[in-house]
């Protein structure tokens, strides 16, 4: 069995994207290697099924496929359509605010769509603290009455080029969370793509570690989507770039969360790709001289760092076993 401080470390931190690139795969084979993976050994590291809510009713047609086997309500997270601007981005979230309603309706005894996922349009970013607060202040209206258990997590990316306009955007959420989470609203978190299909999509350690920074800073919890699919840096010489690992990308969160902030240590972190230089126990996981307790790990998974996006259950299996961290 895995040491105490993985077993926490990971404990459902995948939500399943196989519908997605560059997995793609069907709705029928996402949802079986999500119900199999679930019911295996490893089980306990996945948590949600992420589907565009523009294919829920699609979902639902395998409902016997999915639902018929007596367990747990399966846990949902939807992905908006998003929009170029502001009025484009909330006419979706009206368009998925119904797909939503519509699937619980039917579905709702067997499934829970507790997670929102969208992107907020650069042109928004850009206006930063005062465009993302508009934002998302008026989807809160939508998202409420769609589902109030809910979670919406926004996507920031670093387009604009400026990390000042991220800054901004972030402090919108949070000023929204100061004023409506726990009263009228849930909490809004933040969202981080950390790599794509193209070199140029990947994120720099820098900008990683600036949203992991600013994310602690202002108390909104995150998940990341893409490219960590192993657990360390790696070059990847088929795309031809160096990717993030999901082990960096989490340590890096509980060492900032321990109060450990500097960004050029964050870096450094990020830019590991030694394997033998995390080291995971029963009590702690360290890093050279950094040492953070389960305790640790744990408020971290639950406050800051939520979960990363996959569009594949086996390669983190396959790296862990590889690297002798799981007797199996």
């Given at each position: 069995?895995?040491?105490?401080?993985?077993?926490?470390?990971?404990?459902?931190?995948i939500?399943?994207?196989?519908?997605?690139?560059?997995?793609?795969?069907?709705?029928?084979e996402?949802?079986?290697?999500?119900?199999?993976?679930?019911?295996?050994?490893?089980?306990?590291?996945?948590?949600?099924f992420?589907?565009p809510?523009?294919?829920?009713?699609?979902l639902?047609?395998?409902?016997?496929?999915?639902?018929?086997?007596?367990?747990?309500?399966?846990?949902?997270?939807?992905?908006?359509?998003?929009?170029?601007?502001?009025?484009?981005?909330?006419?979706?979230?009206q368009?998925?605010?119904?797909?939503?309603?519509?699937?619980?309706?039917?579905?709702?005894?067997?499934?829970q769509v507790?997670?929102?996922e969208?992107?907020?349009?650069?042109?928004?970013v850009?206006?930063?603290?005062?465009g993302?607060?508009?934002?998302?202040?008026?989807?809160?209206?939508?998202?409420?009455?769609?589902?109030?258990?809910?979670?919406?997590f926004?996507?920031?990316?670093?387009?604009?080029?400026d990390?000042?306009?991220?800054a901004?955007?972030?402090?919108?959420?949070?000023?929204?969370?100061?004023?409506?989470?726990?009263v009228?609203h849930?909490?809004?978190?933040?969202?981080?793509?950390?790599?794509?299909?193209?070199?140029?999509?990947?994120?720099?350690?820098?900008?990683?570690?600036?949203?992991?920074?600013?994310?602690?800073?202002?108390?909104l919890?995150?998940?990341?989507t893409a490219?960590?699919?192993?657990?360390?840096?790696?070059?990847?010489?088929?795309?031809?770039?160096?990717?993030?690992?999901?082990?960096?990308?989490?340590f890096?969160?509980?060492?900032?969360?321990?109060?450990?902030?500097?960004?050029?240590?964050?870096?450094?972190?990020?830019?590991?790709?030694?394997?033998?230089?995390?080291?995971?126990?029963?009590?702690?996981?360290?890093?050279?001289?950094?040492?953070?307790?389960v305790?640790?790990?744990?408020?971290?998974?639950?406050?800051l760092?939520?979960?990363f996006g996959?569009?594949?259950?086996?390669?983190?299996?396959?790296?862990?076993n590889?690297?002798?961290?799981?007797?199996?």
């Amino acid at each position: 069995m895995a040491p105490q401080s993985l077993q926490i470390m990971l404990g459902g931190i995948i939500d399943y994207a196989g519908l997605f690139p560059p997995a793609q795969e069907m709705m029928n084979e996402a949802l079986k290697k999500y119900a199999a993976f679930q019911r295996s050994e490893h089980g306990w590291m996945v948590s949600r099924f992420i589907c565009p809510a523009s294919r829920l009713a699609e979902l639902g047609k395998y409902s016997d496929l999915v639902f018929g086997d007596g367990s747990a309500p399966w846990q949902i997270s939807a992905i908006g359509r998003g929009g170029a601007d502001i009025n484009e981005f909330l006419a979706g979230l009206q368009s998925d605010k119904k797909d939503i309603q519509h699937f619980l309706e039917e579905y709702g005894e067997h499934a829970q769509v507790d997670m929102y996922e969208a992107k907020i349009p650069p042109v928004v970013v850009a206006q930063a603290e005062a465009g993302v607060w508009e934002l998302v202040e008026r989807a809160a209206e939508l998202i409420v009455t769609a589902e109030k258990g809910m979670a919406p997590f926004y996507e920031i990316g670093f387009e604009n080029g400026d990390p000042a306009l991220v800054a901004g955007a972030l402090r919108g959420m949070q000023q929204f969370n100061r004023k409506w989470a726990g009263v009228r609203h849930r909490a809004v978190g933040a969202k981080i793509r950390t790599g794509g299909l193209q070199p140029e999509m990947i994120p720099t350690p820098r900008q990683v570690a600036f949203f992991i920074t600013a994310c602690e800073r202002l108390g909104l919890c995150f998940k990341a989507t893409a490219g960590l699919h192993h657990p360390y840096r790696h070059e990847d010489r088929q795309l031809g770039a160096w990717c993030h690992g999901f082990v960096n990308v989490f340590f890096a969160s509980m060492a900032a969360f321990a109060g450990y902030r500097e960004l050029p240590l964050l870096i450094e972190i990020l830019e590991c790709s030694s394997p033998e230089a995390f080291v995971f126990g029963d009590q702690s996981i360290r890093w050279y001289d950094i040492n953070i307790p389960v305790e640790k790990v744990l408020e971290t998974r639950r406050m800051l760092a939520l979960s990363f996006g996959s569009c594949s259950l086996e390669e983190p299996v396959t790296d862990l076993n590889a690297l002798g961290l799981f007797n199996s």
